[in-house]
Nanobody
């Protein structure tokens, strides 16, 4: 079993920045960030899989950066140039399978409790 604890959400104005953190209780190779806005389906934001490969949703490329601190079993998501459409509950997810695609959120086994990000215009 793996526990994931997210932190770092909050409310910012458009153009601002936030960094989310996800502390895992042990090393786990495949980790990602997902988000769900009210009335919308959950979507993949970014992932960091085994061998250091990263993936990003097109909507966040160039604005968000995912980083995995292996020594501390912590995943970060730095979000710059935030837009109102980035408003959502952000979830950290992880799985022991090393190479899950970002689109396969239904395959991730372990999930955090979520942290709210609200971007005002």
């Amino acid at each position: 079993q793996v526990q994931l604890v997210e932190s770092g959400g909050g409310a910012v104005q458009a153009g601002g920045s936030l960094t989310l953190s996800c502390a895992a209780s042990r090393y786990i190779p495949c980790m990602g960030w997902f988000r769900q806005a009210p009335g919308k389906e959950r979507e993949g934001v970014a992932s960091s899989v085994s061998a250091g490969s990263t993936s990003y949703a097109d909507s966040v490329k160039g604005r968000f950066t995912i980083r995995k601190d292996i020594a501390n079993n912590t995943l970060y998501l730095t979000m710059n140039s935030l837009r109102p459409e980035d408003t959502a509950m952000y979830y950290c997810a992880a799985d022991l399978r090393p190479l899950l695609p970002l689109s396969a959120d239904h395959m991730y086994t372990f999930w955090g409790q979520g942290t709210q990000v609200t971007v005002s215009s």
